[in-house]
């Protein structure tokens, strides 16, 4: 167990868990603000074991694999109206017969965790970029070697662990954590401190998780608002490596015309590139 006397945000997901993709500028937000006080780790919950046999019935999605894919293009595109990260729909074939799973991307990442805890998380987030923006059918052992080749990772160490049953025990212990804390939406969080512990379901805002860091912490753990220069906004994007602006906006807390001047400027100096992203744009880092 880690120390108990820092914070800790504990997200419950999946890799193609599109609220768990939208989750992904609150937790960096957070990661802004509160610095080294705060850790975030993920546990894998296995959204999908068989789209044949799954069931969502407030967004109709399940069955047949290829109609299922439909339907998930539907409730993503959806989705992003109201989260602002960006998607590919009209390619998504991310389902079918011989892959109806999302647990090979699950268990590629607690297969990357055995190599280094950096580059598995580093895995996690082009795993759900693969997935939500290039429509990649990232349940295929081919695609998830490459990705995690790009990241750093051994992919032969990878693709070791994936079938030596090392990673599928480590999944296998998510999914018990996942059960025990009676987890039915993703994505669920953990925040916990001092031996103390509170649950947030589903989707939460910036704000939603400091009120409850509040709750648990008092004044032990404080945030502050990073400055929203070009300096510091293109610290943020190399840290990264590849960001998308509602990003920046959220961790800055800069609203969208201020957010675009900077990144304009940043590109002017080519120091960043900006790019076509589904129905958004990612930001990546050039030196």
Known sequence: MKNNNKLEIIEFTDPVCTWCWASEPVLRALKARYGDQVDISFIMSGLVEDMRTFEDIDHAIGGDPSEANAQIAQH?????????????????????????SSYPQNIAYKAAEFEDQRLADAFLRKIREATAVSAKQTNRDEVLLSLAKKVGLNADKLLTHCTDGTAQAAFEMDLATTKAYKVDLLPTFIVRYNGKETILKNYQLVE????????????????????????????????????????IMMAFDLDEKETMKRLHSLEQEKLIKQKKAGNGIFVDALT
């Open 208 to 247: 939603d998780f400091e009120q409850a860091i509040q709750a648990l912490c008092g004044n032990e753990i404080s945030a502050s608002t990073p400055t929203g220069s070009t300096e510091n906004i293109l610290q943020f994007i190399r840290t990264y490596g590849r960001v998308v602006p509602l990003e």
């Open 76 to 100: 993503w595109l959806e989705a992003s109206a109201h989260h602002g990260m960006p998607v590919t729909t009209n390619t998504l074939e991310l389902f079918s017969e011989e892959y109806p």
